[in-house]
C-alpha cells in the first residue's frame, strides 16, 4: 500500500527557511516523479513544485521559483522542499503527492499534509 | 491566480446529475488531458479522473470526463450525499511548464 508521510511543518517569522521532507513506502519510489502542492486556509490548491523520478528534472511555480528548491533522496525514500526567504503567502498546508508516472503527469497519491506558518 | 476557471458552486438533489466546468486556453487543456480531484472537508485532495476519461481503482462511474478545445467538464451522476466535496480540475501548462489547477467547485446536495 502507497503511503506518504509529511512532516518539517511550522510556525516560523517571515524571512525565515525551512525545509520539509515526505516518507514514502509501498512503492518504487525512484521511479515515480513527486510533487508539492499547497493550500492556503480557506483557498484552493497551488501546485509547488515537482521532480522526476531520478532528480534530474525539477520545475516549479514562478511564485516559488528562486526560493523554494525540490530535491530527493531514493536511496532513503524521501522527497524534500527547502524553502527559504518565506512570505506571509507562503502559510497553507504543504501535500506531498506521487506522480503516476513522470513528473508532470497526474496525482495518484498524497500525504495528509503538514501546516507552514509565516507570521511575526 | 489560476488560470483554469470554474464555477464557485454546482448543486443538485440526490440522483440528479450536476456538470462542473472548467476552462483553459491551448497552453493547457488545449493541448494535453485534464485530470480531476476531488476534496472532502479536511482531508487530501483524492483524483478522480485523469487522462482521456479513466478513472482510478475504485473511482465509481458516475464519475465521468470530457474535453472539447480548450474547456472540459467533470459530470456527476446519480448524484449521492457523500459527493458533497470541492471539486478541482487540472492541467499541465506548456507556457508556464507546470501544473496547475482549477480555482475549484463546491458541490452541495441539496
Known amino acids: 500500500e502507497v503511503h506518504l508521510l509529511e512532516s518539517g511543518g511550522g510556525l516560523l517569522q517571515p524571512g525565515g527557511s525551512l525545509r520539509l521532507s515526505c516518507a514514502a513506502s509501498g512503492f518504487t519510489f525512484s521511479s515515480y516523479g513527486m510533487t508539492w502542492v499547497r493550500q492556503a486556509p480557506g483557498k484552493g490548491l497551488e501546485w509547488v513544485s515537482g521532480i522526476s523520478g531520478s532528480g534530474t528534472n525539477t520545475y516549479y511555480a514562478d511564485s516559488v521559483k528562486g526560493r523554494f528548491t525540490i530535491s530527493r533522496d531514493n536511496s532513503k525514500n524521501t522527497l524534500f522542499l527547502q524553502m527559504n526567504s518565506l512570505r506571509g503567502e507562503d502559510t497553507a498546508v504543504y501535500y506531498c503527492?506521487?506522480?503516476?508516472?513522470?513528473?508532470?503527469?497526474?496525482?495518484?497519491?498524497w500525504g495528509q499534509g503538514t501546516l507552514v506558518t509565516v507570521s511575526s | 491566480q489560476s488560470v483554469l476557471t470554474q464555477p464557485p458552486s454546482a448543486s443538485g438533489t440526490p440522483g440528479q446529475r450536476v456538470t462542473i466546468s472548467c476552462s483553459g486556453s491551448?497552453?493547457?487543456?488545449?493541448?494535453?488531458?485534464v485530470d480531476w480531484y476531488l476534496q472532502l472537508p479536511g482531508t487530501a485532495p483524492k483524483l478522480l479522473i485523469y487522462?482521456?476519461?479513466q478513472r482510478p481503482s475504485g473511482v465509481p462511474d458516475r464519475f465521468s470526463g470530457s474535453k472539447s478545445g480548450t474547456s472540459a467538464s467533470l459530470a456527476i451522476s446519480g448524484l449521492q450525499s457523500e459527493d458533497e466535496a470541492d471539486y478541482y480540475c487540472?492541467?499541465?501548462?506548456?507556457?508556464?511548464?507546470?501544473?496547475?489547477f482549477g480555482t475549484g467547485t463546491k458541490v452541495t446536495v441539496l
Open positions: 487522462g482521456h476519461n
Open positions: 491551448s497552453s493547457n487543456i488545449g493541448s494535453g488531458t
Open positions: 503527492a506521487k506522480n503516476i508516472v513522470v513528473a508532470g503527469s497526474p496525482l495518484d497519491y
Open positions: 487540472a492541467a499541465w501548462d506548456d507556457s508556464l511548464n507546470g501544473y496547475v
